[in-house]
Structure formats: C-alpha cells, structure tokens
C-alpha cells in the first residue's frame, strides 16, 4: 500500500496541533485556579510593567511590555500576570514543528515540538512568567526564519521574519547573543548559510535586528548601562575562579531542564553521531551550532563561579529537533535503554527540594517505565521519544496537581520545601501594612529584595511607601532604586528577615526598638522543620545613614538578633 506522503504529513501535523491546543487550555486553566502566589521575580516584572521604558534595571524590556498588555486589559491578578506564558511556549512549539518539519519530516517536527512542549522547564515556564518563556519563542521563531533562509524559502519574508525575531529576541533577554554565535557558527560550516546570508537579504535581516534593538541601547547609555552591568555582575567572576564540583551540578539539572531521556540522548548522541549521508550530517551539525556553544559556554560559567540551571535553556530548542532525529532514525540498542533507565534513577536521587522517600519512590518508577516500554517497543530508540513524552505529560500532570492539593498532602509528599517561595506573600503583606498603619509609621523598610517584590506585589493598594534598605554604597536591584530620606526616614517600621543584617541595621538609627514580628507558616521541612517567613520588626527613628566603609562592614561581623533556633536541635553532649 503506497501512503501519500502529503496525508501523512498532514495527520502528523493535526496531531501536533491538536495535543498543543490541549496543553494550552490545561495551562490557561491551571493559571486562572492556581492558589501560588506571584514569586519575586515575577512580582518585580509586574512592577517593571507600570511604566513602559526601553530598559530595566536587570532586564531588557520585553517581559514588562508583555505583562503591561496583558494587565491593562485584564488587570493586575496572578492569573493576568502570568497569562501570557502559555501562548508564548505554544507559540515556540509551532515554530519548532514548522522547523523539523521542513528539516526532517513532519514526523520528526511532532516528536520535535511536543517535545519542546513537555520539557520540564517548559511545563514551568508555561505557568509562571520569565525572561525566558518571553525569549525562547522568538528563539524558536528565528531558528525557522534561517533554516527558511538557508533553503530558499520566503524569500524576503524569512529574511524579515529572522530580523524581526532576533531584535525582539534581544529585547528579551540578552542570552539571544548566543544565537548570533550560532549564526556565526554555521557561516564557517555551511555553504548554503554562506549563501543565504552574504546578501542584500542577510543584511536586510541584520538591519531590521538592529533597528529593533537600537533603542534599547540608546537607553542604555542615558542610564549608565545598569542593564548591561547587572548582566556581567551575574556572571560573578570575582571570586573563586576554579569550582569543578559545580560542572557535576550544572549536568546533572540539565536532566531536570530538558528532560532526563533527552539529555542523556543527546550526550550520547554527541559522542556516537554517525552517518553515510552527508546532507543529514550537515543539518546535524547545522543544529549543533545552536545547541552546543550555549552548552560549554554555561558549562565554563559554572566551573568559573556559578550557573542557574535555566541558563543553559536556549540550547533546547534545537535540542528538541536533534534528538527527536537521531532517535526518530537510529537503530535498536538495548544498551541506550539500560543506561537512560539508570542515570534517571540516580539523577532523580540527586533532586533538591523533595524528601528522600519521595525522590526514591518516584526514580524507581521512572527507572521501571523506562525499563518496561524498551522491551515492550524491542529497544527500538525511536520509542524513547514516546517514553519521554509520555513521563514529561505526567510530570506535568504531577505538578499541577500538587500545586491545587491542601497544603497537607504537599506537606505529607515532601514538597513545601519546592513551594514555599511561591506561598504566604498575601498575608505578610496584609499583617505588615496593618501594623504600619497603627503605628503610624512613614514607611516600611524591608532587607531583602525578594521580601521587597513580594510585599510590593500583594501591598499594591497600600498608602504606607515601602523601600528596600541599601547594605551598600550604592543600589545593588531595582529594589533599592529610592532612598531613604526625608520625610520618609523620620518613622520607620523595619521588617528584617535576615538575624545578620539586624545590626548593621541597627547603626543607621539613633532608635531601634523592637515592636514584635510576623511570623507566616510555609509548611513542613522533609526533616520535619517547620519552614517559616519570619519578619522581625524594628520601629526607628533618627536614621543617619553610616559611611560604608570596609571598617563598617567587617564591624558586625558574625553579629546577630533572634537568630532562629536550629532545627533539629543539636543533640547534648
């Protein structure tokens, strides 16, 4: 029976598009019930968000335009604020079936884009909103924009379309520059890239990014490039310059990024790539530009100093086209099954945040599903894809569902720990406010710029001006942006989270009395610790902020107040 490739390429779009419709209205609802309060970066972009600029103290602007359009509309509730990140991923899993398709094959483009749909950190990503759920559409976008490009298709419209994505790329966030050294990459490679881009097209692709991203530079230089140098203060290269042990750390959450099938396939397809057809070798390593140089690059960050897991996350896109190819099209190996199978279940032990029974439990069921379908599918590596698929949507369903339980069961399955940053902003703001009311404070003073974004979230309506206390010479977040003077420093009620900063506090008052402190539940350690925000509170009078000299600094040195008792309790000698 000869099967018409067109109805085939067909069915395997409508199941694409299909399964992306579901998970987007599974997300959008999940927004619009979910109990977690905004996190602090999400309540900072908020912020961001009440006056449109072309910068942001850590950011490019992006993600406050997107959360502006949102919230005029809607208004300023959780769900309104975090809208927008289930259409951006559904948007970049289209782009990135359209590229497998065009790439490999409208089955491979399936397998690519829910791929991408059901990673890990997009199942995150998908329900919170971040710099890079704004980015990583417009990665995706460019990638089918050049690979149209570099075939000969659009024209015109894919070289306007490249332009397009990658400015609005750079106004995400600036790990897009990653893509320019892709770019840069396959020019050296590929002679059809070469071909495509040394051209009045290319260059029309280049003008139009820069057009785009111009304007944000120009703020950038009427603001003291505070977007750019908060950038390479991230980097953090200032101390310890060789830290192995972080590259064992950065690997192993890269399982929890991309997902433990796909990162382990593409290691090891990496290392075991291998074909007689140079034309699918070339659109490998075409991928590999986009994928690798993102990889070391983040990789030398975390030897150097440190790397947050989702650094690395602009790799994946591509990621999910490779893998879903090299599996799509390799042969049976019962050896890939046996060793996925058992690295997932060490990396599941490796899990922070969740009890050791819970991370057990759950690695020996991955390890035995893994196991299970390999013999069920004769070890064929193509349904590896299913399996991931198939883990991934119950990982997503996992999640979800311990977000919407009582705070019991999560208490009882050991995941406050994983929840508590996303838990009990309400009602600190709420008792805080009330308190500065009836001592008639003249502000709030909080030490912490997660507090701040936490309290200033959910105290919107609030009369009493909140500000964050500045440690140092000058303003380390946007927090810190107003100072504390005038009228403002004549009454202030000081919610303190951190016991070492209570001194140094302390000696930038005349009068420091202690009136009491907020005390918010967030549920139950694994050890069985209870997990409390606790502000300490402090009403001063007479600030007179010290010199911060190095003497200062060092001068409360292993200084605190109410120190939190440990917990457990050190047993008696």
């Not at 908060?230 to 310890?240: E, P």
């Not at 390799?330 to 279940?345: C, D, E, G, K, T």
């Not at 997660?450 to 206390?469: F, I, K, N, Q, V």
């Amino acid at each position: 029976m000869i099967v018409d490739e067109s109805e085939s390429s067909g069915r395997w779009q409508a199941i694409t598009f299909s399964a992306l419709l579901i998970l987007l209205v599974m997300r959008v609802v999940f927004t619009g019930i979910s109990p977690l309060n905004l996190y602090a970066d999400e309540a900072q972009y908020w912020r961001w968000g009440d006056t449109l600029e072309w910068g942001y103290y850590s950011k490019p602007p992006m993600i406050a335009w997107v959360i502006h359009a949102v919230t005029s509309v809607f208004g300023n509730a959780e769900w309104a604020v975090r809208l927008p990140a289930a259409f951006l991923h559904t948007a970049g899993a289209a782009f990135i079936y359209f590229l497998g398709r065009d790439m490999y094959g409208a089955r491979v483009g399936m397998f690519a884009s829910l791929g991408y749909a059901l990673m890990p950190a997009v199942i995150l990503s998908s329900v919170v909103i971040s710099t890079d759920g704004v980015l990583i559409p417009f990665w995706c976008a460019a990638l089918w924009a050049l690979w149209r490009l570099r075939s000969g298709q659009g024209a015109w419209v894919s070289a306007l379309g490249l332009g397009v994505a990658v400015g609005l790329g750079f106004l995400s966030k600036y790990a897009m520059l990653y893509f320019a050294i892709g770019i840069v990459l396959v020019l050296l490679i590929d002679v059809q890239s070469r071909r495509a881009l040394f051209t009045w097209k290319g260059l029309a692709a280049l003008a139009v990014a820069a057009a785009i991203f111009a304007p944000h530079l120009a703020w950038n230089a009427a603001n003291d490039f505070k977007t750019v140098s908060h950038t390479v203060d991230n980097a953090n290269l200032g101390g310890d310059l060789i830290n192995p042990e972080n590259a064992l750390t950065f690997l192993i959450d890269q399982l929890g990024v991309f997902g433990p099938i796909s990162f382990l396939a593409l290691v090891f397809g990496i290392f075991v790539m291998r074909s007689e057809d140079e034309g699918i070798m070339g659109r490998d390593r075409w991928l590999l530009c986009f994928i690798l140089p993102v990889l070391v690059i983040i990789l030398a960050q975390a030897v150097l100093s440190r790397a947050n897991a989702n650094w690395a996350a602009t790799a994946y896109p591509a990621a999910s086209v490779l893998v879903a190819a090299w599996l799509a099209r390799a042969r049976p190996n019962r050896n890939l099954w046996y060793i996925i199978a058992a690295i997932s279940f060490l990396a599941f032990l490796l899990a922070p945040d969740v009890s050791l029974t819970t991370r057990l439990l759950i690695g020996a069921i991955v390890a035995a599903a893994i196991l299970g379908f390999g013999h069920f599918v004769r070890h064929s590596p193509s349904g590896l894809l299913w399996t991931s698929l198939s883990l991934h949507a119950v990982l997503m369903l996992a999640l979800m569902t311990i977000a919407l339980v009582p705070p019991t069961l999560s208490t009882s399955l050991g995941f406050d720990n994983a929840l508590k940053r996303t838990r009990g902003w309400d009602s600190a703001a709420e008792q805080l406010f009330t308190r500065a009311e009836e001592l008639d404070a003249t502000s709030v003073l909080v030490d912490e710029r997660e507090a701040w974004h936490g309290l200033d979230y959910y105290a919107r309506d609030r009369e009493t001006p909140m500000l964050s206390w500045r440690r140092y010479a000058g303003p380390k977040s946007f927090s810190e942006a107003e100072p504390l003077d005038g009228a403002l420093a004549e009454r202030v009620l000081v919610a303190s989270i951190h016991p070492g900063m209570r001194p140094r506090l302390r000696s930038d008052f005349q009068t420091f009395e202690h009136v009491g402190a907020i005390s918010i539940p967030l549920g139950t350690r694994s050890n069985g610790c209870p997990i409390v925000r606790e502000f300490q509170l402090y009403v001063g009078s007479g600030y007179q902020r010290q010199n911060r000299t190095p003497e200062w600094e060092t001068r409360f040195d292993g200084q605190t107040e109410f120190k939190p008792a440990p917990c457990p309790a050190p047993e008696a000698q």
